[in-house]
């Protein structure tokens, strides 16, 4: 019996053990792709100094804490000569020391928090801005100094402090790329801002970010990719979206005929800014060829998975607003054949 | 102990009844709450099944086992499910059987209300449960935010279940809770004061409060949502001019009391189990009474800190990060004292004992967890990511469930006569112990990596792979324990050792009276001079005044005649019409007069319903 009653408090010891060492773990994760304590901007590196300072005293308090109950486990067990224990009521000495330590953490904990948020609200003059626009399932990023339009892929360059300006077309969205900034909601009627400043050295990188708002049926499909090019590179590429796409031709010429004639255009627009008149809010196609993911940054964007999502959409992404809403799927007059297929995948892809 | 016993209880039972019919008509506040736990345990395993199916599709990176609308049901209905019908009831079960017990009560002060409040809960919750079948489950969250809840983006009437469902839970709740309150407030014995409750019946005081305050802050919101879908009242549109985040200032305004609501109760019990398996009294009992009182008032002050990501401003962010740091402070006394009532104790591991210490050890770390995340900044990289789902867990979980077992296995040799099985009892604990560290632990870890909530789906190369896969067994483990418990309760149940009166050398009331308890409780009802007051009895040497021996006399004989309440079949009659009414709006509104009827006949026969003859 006396030997039962030792096995137990030292298992829990154990247990709890196993809990503090994957807790402590944590800190070893910075490499996973989406991870949120490896910051690489001014912005979520001060985020980071926060939540570092908060870990740590937590991770004190934890040992303490737990430890005195563990003791106090251990130590107190019934024994068989125990006998009744003095029937203390209480002790307004200790009762104000633990009411008055735990305050003190606190506020040891409040101030930085405090200065972190007033040195991350407002975005500073001079910023670069880009306007996003949330909607189920997909980002619009709008370049607003150089009128450009595009999807889900946002480039921008590494020498200057990146301001958002966010608002949604629908429901609540979340937008957040956590190596650079915490997420900020997407609120119906507002505009919400964020901003960061990259790491010099993240030029050339790609960091990933998704939708962490719950905004319906395919709300997991909803991610993004933000890109830090270096200067020159991002001027390339925004001179390379303003010039007119190539004169297609072949398939291609084929695949763009389609894409009038199956209705496409309806809803997508190509070259230049967003054409207000579409019937329904969707991804700017321009440059769509150079993009590297598609629908939502959900998958790589090549000659299968293009065919995949123009062959059955609903499927790849349930609920999105292409399937649900296009000609091309609901009237049968209008269905893509496979040859259709292949030539509009062949048009898309010379969208450099 | 045999003397004791007669000072409050008459040995003699009440002739039993039985029969379906009696439990349908009863007003006992002991079988209500017998009926409320059983109910509340059956919907603890439909949202455990739930959450096995989340948890068996997030195994797999890319898995396509559950299709993303009916995974949006799922974890809807599991959170609304786990807080709505397992944790609430559960609570409630122990508020109707423990509480008149504990203030030496003969019933609650409404019995028909009482019965009233269970079958409007168990009506509501089947209401919310039929969408399964009627086209489909609530898949907006349990937070419900507009303007997913809008006609436009959630057509189908899961949205009108969620919101008539928790109107009629919600009448539920807001009924028993005035009867609790009016209860305590009146029908304590002689010479309980206030502070001579024990702490549970302390803490139901407070739950009961913020129920009264919090349940009527989310009606107006959802009436608002109703008016918004069926009639086109745009109290949350945008384009209309109004504010959708309106809707989230009052969700939060009742859902973080709700917070409150669901750990109180375990904290209350986790109160009594504590001293009584040390053999010493709470330690700074009035500290600890203060301290849930402070948590249950500040609780209203700290709605925003779901909020944190909306764009509230820095001054709102500043402030409310303030205040719910602040709650860490009573909340954190509470702990400390637990631990000093260990301390210096002689400390007996019963499996309620480990149920009540791993709700101290567990509540701890979501504690922990909850102060990262009060800070706005770190909660921009936290917020709607695993990392809280983990922080909930530890703290439902770990907190409310854990508490809430060591109560079923703390009061069961009460409310039956006969003890839970040790040894299947500490099973159970381990498994669920481990199985619960195994399956929320990890969650930390995959929210740092940046894994959002209320996804169905995601990338192989994101590598959450792994650590959900251990999540799922745990989840398992978990589930394991659930049937150990299941097991022990039923062979329990029937051949279970006899547990007699006071099986745990009690110190409160309800230990001083046979058990299960006769219909009328207390023969004689006691008179109280501590707040042990039948520990103080049991052990006058302990005491430097020893106090005066409680009621009238250790043979004390029953009164004369007890007036008990008669047995009642109005209250499932107006239960069932308000659920049939609420139901009926989905369908067509002047249908629902079907329902108004029956439950407005049910009330008319309720109010002309003979007192009849007094029995004993
Ligand atoms: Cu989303
Ligand atoms: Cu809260």
Redesign the pocket.
Same mark, same amino acid.
């Given at each position: 019996m006396a030997n039962r009653k030792h096995i137990r408090p030292k298992s829990l010891l154990v247990l709890l053990a196993l809990v503090i060492l994957p807790i402590l773990a944590a800190c070893g994760t910075v490499d996973s792709a989406q991870t949120t304590i490896n910051p690489q901007s001014d912005v979520a590196r001060e985020i980071q100094g926060t939540y570092a300072f908060i870990f740590w005293v937590s991770v004190v308090v934890f040992v303490v804490v737990e430890g005195a109950l563990v003791y106090a486990v251990f130590r107190y067990r019934r024994r068989p000569n125990s006998g009744m224990p003095k029937q203390t009521e209480g002790n307004m000495v200790l009762e104000v020391t633990w009411t008055i330590i735990p305050a003190l953490i606190l506020v040891a904990i409040a101030v930085p928090t405090w200065i972190t948020i007033f040195r991350t609200d407002d975005i500073p003059a001079g910023s670069y801005i880009i306007n996003v626009t949330g909607h189920q399932?997909w980002w619009e990023v709008e370049y607003p100094d150089v009128g450009l339009v595009t999807a889900n892929e946002i480039r921008v360059p590494s020498d200057r402090t990146i301001g958002f300006h966010l608002e949604t077309e629908d429901v609540l969205?979340?937008f957040w790329v956590p190596a650079l900034f915490g997420k900020i909601d997407l609120v119906p009627g507002r505009t919400n801002t964020v901003w960061f400043t990259p790491d010099v050295e993240t030029e050339g990188q790609m960091f990933l970010g998704q @939708?962490?708002?719950? @905004?319906g049926l395919s709300?997991a499909n909803?991610r993004m990719r933000i890109f830090v090019d270096s200067p020159d590179d991002f001027a390339a590429w925004t001179a390379g979206l303003q010039s007119p796409a190539p004169e297609p031709s072949g398939v291609a010429a084929t695949g763009h005929e389609l894409f009038s004639s199956k209705g496409c255009t309806v809803c997508h627009s190509i070259n230049g800014a967003y054409d207000a008149a579409g019937l329904f809010p969707a991804p700017n196609l321009t440059g769509f060829g150079s993009r590297v993911t598609l629908a939502g940054a959900i998958m790589e964007n090549n000659a299968t998975n293009l065919t995949a999502w123009l062959d059955n959409p609903e499927e790849i992404k349930p609920g999105n607003i292409m399937y649900k809403e296009a000609e091309a799927y609901k009237n049968p007059d209008l269905a893509l054949t496979d040859a259709d297929i292949g030539a509009l995948v062949a048009y898309l892809q010379t969208l450099q | 102990m045999a003397t004791a016993v007669g000072a409050f209880g008459g040995a003699d039972h009440a002739a039993s009844k039985s029969g379906v019919w009696s439990w349908i008509t009863t007003v006992d506040h002991k079988r209500i709450g017998i009926l409320y736990g059983v109910t509340a345990v059956t919907f603890f395993l439909i949202g455990g099944f739930e959450a096995l199916l989340i948890r068996l599709q997030l195994a797999e990176a890319e898995s396509t086992l559950i299709a993303a609308g009916l995974f949006n049901q799922l974890f809807t209905m599991h959170a609304l499910t786990m807080i709505f019908l397992a944790i609430m009831p559960l609570g409630a079960a122990f508020f109707n059987f423990i509480v008149p017990l504990q203030i030496g009560a003969r019933d609650v002060a409404f019995p028909r209300l009482n019965a009233l409040s269970y079958w409007l809960f168990l009506f509501g919750a089947l209401l919310l449960n039929s969408s399964f079948i009627f086209g489909g489950a609530p898949d907006v969250g349990w937070f419900a935010y507009a303007n997913l809840t809008a006609l436009e983006y959630s057509p189908s009437s899961a949205v009108d279940f969620f919101a008539l469902g928790m109107l009629v839970l919600g009448v539920s709740s807001l009924a028993a809770a005035l009867n609790f309150i009016i209860t305590i407030l009146n029908l304590r014995a002689p010479g309980m004061t206030l502070m001579r409750m024990p702490v549970f019946t302390w803490m139901t005081l407070v739950v009961s409060f913020l129920l009264v305050f919090a349940l009527p802050i989310l009606t107006v919101g959802l009436v608002q949502l109703l008016f918004w879908r069926e009639f086109g009242m745009p109290f949350f549109s945008a384009e209309a001019g109004a504010d959708p985040l309106l809707w989230q200032h009052i969700f939060w305004l009742f859902g973080h009391p709700e917070v409150y609501i669901l750990i109180l109760p375990a904290m209350g019990i986790v109160s009594e189990i504590l001293p009584t398996y040390s053999r010493k009294p709470l330690f700074g009992y009035s500290t600890v009474v203060f301290a849930g009182v402070a948590i249950g008032f500040m609780g209203f002050a700290v709605w925003a800190h779901h909020m944190f990501t909306v764009g509230l401003g820095s001054i709102a962010l500043a402030a409310f990060s303030a205040s719910t740091m602040l709650i860490a402070v009573p909340t954190g006394i509470k702990i400390f004292n637990w631990i000093a009532t260990l301390w210096g104790g002689s400390i007996q591991f019963t499996t309620a004992m480990l149920f009540a210490l791993g709700f101290v050890a567990l509540f701890v770390i979501g504690g922990l967890s909850g102060v990262m995340h009060a800070s706005p900044p770190v909660d921009t990289q936290q917020q709607d990511t695993y990392f809280v789902v983990a922080h909930l867990h530890y703290v439902l979980f770990g907190g409310s469930i854990m508490g809430l077992f060591g109560g079923i296995y703390y009061w069961f040799p009460k409310m039956t006569g006969r003890l839970l099985s040790e040894g299947w009892g500490k099973l159970h604990f381990w498994l669920m112990f481990i199985g619960m560290n195994v399956t929320f632990g990890p969650m930390h870890l995959v929210g740092i990596d940046g894994m959002p909530r209320r996804i169905n789906t995601y990338d192989e190369s994101m590598g959450w792979e792994l650590l959900n896969q251990i999540e799922t067994v745990g989840a398992f483990i978990i589930a394991l324990s659930v049937a150990v418990f299941l097991v022990n309760f039923f062979k329990s149940v029937k051949s279970g050792e006899p547990a007699g009166d006071d099986p745990w050398d009690g110190r409160t009331l309800e230990w001083s009276i046979s058990s299960p308890p006769p219909e009328y409780n207390f023969a004689r009802i006691p008179v109280v001079h501590s707040n042990e007051p039948f520990w103080d009895q049991k052990h006058p040497e302990l005491k430097h005044d020893a106090p005066p021996v409680i009621a009238g006399g250790a043979d004390g004989e029953a009164e004369e005649s007890i007036h008990m309440p008669n047995p009642s079949y109005w209250p499932i009659v107006v239960g069932f019409g308000t659920a049939l009414a609420a139901g009926l709006v989905i369908v067509n509104p002047w249908l629902a007069s079907i329902g108004a009827v029956i439950g407005l006949l049910g009330i008319y026969g309720w109010v002309f319903e003979p007192a009849g003859p007094e029995h004993h």
């Open positions: 399932w969205h979340s @939708c962490v708002e719950f @905004c709300h909803m | -």
